[in-house]
């Protein structure tokens, strides 16, 4: 079991920075591929980014590529996400989850994610 807790949102200008972390407290922490999905209102929860043990396997959305850096601090059982030039179209409520680091492909889907935080809500205004 994994428990999963975001931190770090809030409201902020287009064009401003956030970084939003992710505390996982149970098993080990380096045995999980880490990911960032958002969810705005009215739409389906989307993949944001991934990140495997090593740190070296990263992967982004298209719409954030360029824009957010994802990172983990395995001492720290931390996952990061730091998110520049934000726009509106970033308001969303931003998830981590946790998938098995057994995973062979880039787990972009929710459900290849077997651990879910509680959420922390981004709100970005023009």
């Known amino acids: 079991q994994v428990h999963l807790a975001e931190s770090g949102g809030g409201l902020a200008q287009a064009g401003d920075s956030l970084t939003l972390s992710c505390a996982a407290s149970?098993?080990?922490?380096?045995?999980?591929?880490m990911g960032w999905f958002r969810q705005a209102p009215g739409k389906e929860r989307e993949f944001v980014a991934t990140?495997?043990?090593?740190?070296?396997?990263?992967f982004y959305a298209d719409s954030v590529k360029g824009r957010f850096t994802i990172s983990r601090d395995n001492a720290k059982n931390t996952v990061y996400l730091q998110m520049n030039g934000l726009k509106p179209e970033d308001t969303a409520v931003y998830y981590c989850?946790?998938?098995?680091?057994?995973?062979?492909?880039?787990?972009?889907?929710?459900?290849?994610?077997?651990?879910w935080g509680q959420g922390t809500q981004v709100t970005v205004s023009s």
């Open positions: 989850a946790a998938a098995p680091s057994t995973i062979a492909t880039i787990p972009l889907r929710s459900d290849e994610y077997d651990y």
């Open positions: 149970g098993r080990t922490f380096s045995m999980y591929v």
């Open positions: 990140i495997r043990w090593s740190g070296k396997t990263l």
